[in-house]
């Protein structure tokens, strides 16, 4: 009987345990709304901590995140330990998605309250103990006006994105239709601008933190093909708080952007950097001339990057006497640090802390990744290759060359 007893104890502690780390991993929302309609469905988004977000689904009760009689409660398990930042949407009718959504900030274990009114999520109240959202509410409370324009403007674009495609029309109709869906397109980005440049403005009197340069950083990577547009408000900003961004981890980043790399061309001298590896030591390009240079622009949440590395390391292995491959990680210098997938590469794995859009990235335009450029040995910018170059052989043609 004492065994019994014993073994009962043992049980009902081993669960007690596993329930608490279970509700560690999870973040709870409770919403009060008015003028939702009933039965809409709420989300969440987390973001994994290396720069990007991801969904996972819930294998949770069906009226999770459903409102009932104006209220709902959404029970979301985390999937990342680092993740804080959660987006709350909706993919119900008359909603668009992510891209009208309500961020806040809290810890894995937490209650988040939540009030709002309509389907302007953006301006919605939240209640959380994280200290990033008394950051962030004050940058929402001074741009409210412009965060309704922006998200009414998205709305407005979806509604009517999907008349087009519900509606059957002659083909004069489906042009013209066609011209104010692009007007539309139009208003939208003008209004996400004007939103930015509104909390750019505010962002000139609130201290620099990490949580502000989050958000800078968000913004200046929104801006890297609209560059015109948001240039001088950014660099307003770079020039009153220099001193401060400079010794942040992110600075260079965006000093860089303030200040860009001259751009690479075809066929001219390569565009060099100073690269650091993980021990700090500095490398540059120019250290590699007399063989061909492999620049492998990657990041820790890129799939199609890491699938690439077995290959690249068979080609690397194969023309050793005449390649030599340079990994660069747009990555946050921690993040590229603690990368598990660090010990996939076993050639040269360096960073610049420029980011996706400054430093050496910007100079060779990459906006999007996997990218590559080919430097010759002579260090002219050779070629530009994708992915499939890597695997089709195109490569091992200029190698052989």
Same mark, same amino acid.
């Given at each position: 009987?004492?065994?019994?007893?014993?073994?009962?104890?043992?049980?009902?502690?081993?669960?007690?345990? $596993?329930?608490?780390?279970?509700? +560690?991993?999870?973040?709870?929302?409770?919403?009060?709304?008015?003028?939702?309609?009933?039965?809409?469905?709420?989300?969440?988004?987390?973001?994994?901590?290396?720069?990007?977000?991801? $969904?996972?689904?819930?294998?949770?009760?069906?009226?999770?995140?459903?409102?009932?009689?104006?209220?709902?409660?959404?029970?979301?398990?985390?999937?990342?330990?680092?993740?804080?930042?959660?987006?709350?949407?909706?993919?119900?009718?008359?909603?668009?998605?992510?891209?009208?959504?309500?961020?806040?900030?809290?810890?894995?274990?937490?209650?988040?309250?939540?009030?709002?009114?309509?389907?302007?999520?953006?301006?919605?109240?939240?209640?959380?103990?994280?200290?990033?959202?008394?950051?962030?509410?004050?940058?929402?409370?001074?741009?409210?006006?412009?965060?309704?324009?922006?998200?009414?403007?998205?709305?407005?674009?979806?509604?009517?994105?999907?008349?087009?495609?519900?509606?059957?029309?002659?083909?004069?109709?489906?042009?013209?239709?066609?011209?104010?869906?692009?007007?539309?397109?139009?208003?939208?980005?003008?209004?996400?601008?004007?939103?930015?440049?509104?909390?750019?403005?505010?962002?000139?009197?609130?201290?620099?933190?990490?949580?502000?340069?989050?958000?800078?950083?968000?913004?200046?990577?929104?801006?890297?093909?609209?560059?015109?547009?948001?240039?001088?408000?950014?660099?307003?900003?770079?020039?009153?708080?220099?001193?401060?961004?400079?010794?942040?981890?992110?600075?260079?980043?965006?000093?860089?952007?303030?200040?860009?790399?001259?751009?690479?061309?075809?066929?001219?001298?390569?565009?060099?950097?100073?690269?650091?590896?993980?021990?700090?030591?500095?490398?540059?390009?120019?250290?590699?001339?007399?063989?061909?240079?492999?620049?492998?622009?990657?990041?820790?949440?890129?799939?199609?990057?890491?699938?690439?590395?077995?290959?690249?390391?068979?080609? +690397?292995?194969?023309?050793?006497?005449?390649?030599?491959?340079?990994?660069?990680?747009?990555?946050?210098?921690?993040?590229?640090?603690?990368?598990?997938? +660090?010990?996939?590469?076993?050639?040269?794995?360096?960073?610049?802390?420029?980011?996706?859009?400054?430093?050496?990235?910007?100079?060779?335009?990459?906006?999007?990744?996997?990218?590559?450029?080919?430097?010759?040995?002579?260090?002219?910018?050779?070629?530009? $290759?994708?992915?499939?170059?890597?695997?089709?052989?195109?490569?091992?043609?200029?190698?052989?060359?």
């Amino acid at each position: 009987m004492k065994t019994l007893h014993l073994r009962t104890i043992i049980t009902a502690l081993l669960w007690g345990t $596993l329930s608490t780390l279970h509700a +560690q991993q999870h973040v709870v929302v409770i919403g009060k709304v008015q003028n939702i309609q009933e039965g809409t469905v709420f989300e969440l988004e987390e973001t994994t901590g290396t720069g990007s977000s991801k $969904l996972h689904s819930k294998n949770t009760p069906i009226d999770n995140g459903k409102v009932i009689n104006g209220r709902f409660v959404l029970d979301y398990n985390c999937m990342h330990p680092t993740s804080r930042h959660f987006a709350l949407y909706s993919d119900s009718p008359g909603f668009t998605g992510r891209h009208v959504k309500l961020d806040f900030w809290a810890n894995q274990g937490d209650t988040v309250y939540v009030e709002g009114n309509g389907k302007i999520l953006g301006n919605w109240k939240v209640q959380t103990k994280a200290p990033e959202q008394i950051e962030w509410d004050l940058i929402r409370k001074a741009t409210a006006r412009e965060c309704e324009a922006y998200q009414q403007a998205w709305m407005d674009y979806e509604a009517y994105r999907q008349y087009r495609r519900d509606t059957e029309m002659s083909e004069a109709e489906w042009d013209r239709t066609k011209a104010i869906l692009a007007q539309k397109d139009t208003l939208r980005t003008k209004n996400r601008l004007l939103w930015y440049k509104a909390q750019l403005k505010v962002m000139k009197e609130l201290p620099v933190t990490n949580f502000w340069m989050d958000q800078l950083t968000t913004i200046i990577y929104f801006a890297s093909n609209r560059r015109d547009m948001l240039e001088e408000s950014i660099k307003e900003l770079y020039l009153k708080h220099s001193d401060k961004i400079d010794r942040k981890p992110d600075g260079k980043a965006v000093r860089e952007w303030v200040y860009p790399y001259p751009k690479a061309e075809l066929g001219k001298p390569c565009v060099d950097s100073d690269l650091f590896d993980v021990n700090g030591k500095k490398h540059r390009l120019t250290d590699f001339r007399g063989k061909y240079v492999l620049l492998d622009f990657w990041a820790n949440n890129c799939g199609a990057c890491i699938d690439a590395f077995p290959e690249i390391g068979k080609i +690397q292995e194969k023309y050793a006497d005449r390649l030599t491959v340079v990994s660069i990680s747009l990555d946050k210098v921690d993040t590229w640090k603690n990368s598990r997938h +660090q010990k996939a590469i076993t050639w040269y794995s360096l960073n610049d802390g420029g980011g996706y859009w400054g430093g050496i990235a910007g100079s060779y335009k990459v906006w999007s990744i996997p990218a590559f450029v080919l430097i010759a040995p002579d260090g002219t910018y050779h070629a530009r $290759l994708t992915s499939a170059d890597i695997y089709n052989g195109k490569l091992e043609e200029y190698l052989k060359k």
